[in-house]
């Protein structure tokens, strides 16, 4: 399962880490506002493999809401 390991804040960036699984990529999500949102807009690179070591980190910049929501998605890629 896919676990959140940590959330740094350094001003206007945010610092996310979560486990991964060598099978799956993963996507980066992040709304302003979850109040009728029916997308959750891309906030890394898109579709991203997961590393060598079992967790991933992303840092999202020019975060610029005084509130952010993230969710990442596990992706299970076509050749699966």
């Keep these: 399962f896919l676990e959140l390991v940590s959330i740094e804040v350094m001003g206007p ?8 699984r ?15 949102t029916g ?21 999202v910049s020019d975060v610029t809401a005084t509130t952010q929501f993230y969710r990442v998605r596990a992706v299970v890629p076509l050749s699966e």
Aim: charged fraction near 10%; charge should be positive.
């Design 22 to 36: 060598p099978t799956r990529l993963y996507r980066l999500e992040a709304p302003n506002t979850l109040l009728n």
């Design 13 to 20: 960036t945010n610092r996310l880490a979560w486990t991964t």
């Design 39 to 59: 997308t959750w807009p891309d906030a890394g690179p898109g579709l991203i493999g997961p590393p060598v070591t079992g967790i991933m980190t992303q840092t």
